[in-house]
């Protein structure tokens, strides 16, 4: 760790690195053209609109030579249109995806919201807390002395017992919340969330943001990807533009969404 080391103490920049990506790229390949083979018409249609093309498998170039270095306290925020290579690169930054060029480095174990504590369908609420918890290194004292508050956080309870139900009859927001109250719940040298806040009503935003400010003061650094750019706006005091994978723009989280909005208002759109 001594490249990032020297990185946050060069000239007069005495912060202190969590996360540095040097020239990143990530490639990978997608199958298609398998329900071409299916037959039928659809397939027929397909075919004669390939004009032969090849169906074996496409390389997708999604990030292409990003660098940038994250600091210890920073809320940075992750913005761009779909497939443009936000949450590949997070993937990447947590050692999920392997990078075909460049080097990350990063101080600790970077925890991508969702993944460390995954949870499982078939099980209730209650040991997906456990679950979680112990996946992101608590000990069974300290997830039975934050149990509650856990679900105090996510809101699930509000209206019925739904911690005691498994999580396959859970919302699709309510699956998120609980994720996000499991992670936070510990503190992280590097925590990554991608569109968890997006998922709850303003109450549990507010509460979100306000434990997103209290991981930063205890040292860590938060990546928040999000559409909603008043969300990185409120969260985040840093943003960073990714464009078709390329780094569009790097600064004051008020100034990138401001360029970011510009630039899609501008834009023509799809018929």
Known sequence: MADATEAGTAGTDTRVPTVI???????YRVVHGSAARRGGAAAALGRIFSRGSASGP????????VSFTAHRGEAIGLIGSNGSGKSTLLKAIAGLQPVARGRIYSHGQPSLLGVNAALMNDLTGERNVVLGGLAMGMSRRQIRDRY??????????????FISLPMRTYSSGMGARLRFSIA??????VLMIDEALATGDAAFQRRSQARIEELRE????VFLVSHAINTVRETCDRA??????????DGPAAEVCTAYEASTHSAPTDA
């Open 218 to 221: 205890h040292a860590g650094t």
């Open 184 to 189: 936070a719940a510990k503190d992280h040298d």
């Open 58 to 65: 496409r390389e997708v170039h999604a990030v292409k030579g």
């Open 240 to 249: 960073i533009w990714l464009d078709s994978g390329v780094l569009r723009m």
């Open 21 to 27: 990506v040097d020239g990143v790229h990530v490639t």
């Open 148 to 161: 509650a508050g856990i679900v105090d956080f996510s809101g699930i309870n509000e209206k019925g017992d």
